[in-house]
């Protein structure tokens, strides 16, 4: 669980770099604010499943109830992100999203 999210946090920050390298300062806080818009929740919903592991209450429904909060959260952080920083750059942002989502499958392939 914690390394999918260290790998996204990782991939996060190689695509603020990129994006710094791209488009300036302005892309890589866009992309860095993508990146962590997905590895924000993505964290809390892992702890939440540690935390519900070790106290033996696991269920099916701790686990969707848990990914429905964690989708809710994703998309209210982007659009808290998009209405507070005015100096968003779309293209990065979505880069910074896409490569957070991905990046489990990036290690996935880069391993095999």
């Known amino acids: 669980m914690f390394r999918a999210v260290f790998h996204q946090s990782v991939a ?9 390298f791209w488009v300036g300062q302005q892309g890589a806080v866009s992309a860095g604010l993508g990146g962590a818009a997905v590895v ?24 969707f109830v ?4 964690k989708i ?13 920083y005015r100096d968003l750059h779309w293209l990065a942002l979505l880069a ?13 392939l880069i391993k095999a």
């Open 66 to 69: 848990g990914e429905f909060i």
């Open 96 to 108: 910074g999203v896409v490569v957070a989502l991905k990046a489990n499958l990036l290690a996935i």
């Open 72 to 84: 809710a959260a994703t998309l209210a952080l982007l659009v808290i992100v998009a209405g507070a």
């Open 12 to 20: 996060t920050l190689v695509a603020a770099g990129l994006a710094w």
């Open 40 to 63: 924000i929740p993505n964290l809390l919903f892992a702890l939440s499943l540690w935390a519900a592991a070790r106290s033996g209450r696991t269920s099916v429904a701790v686990f």
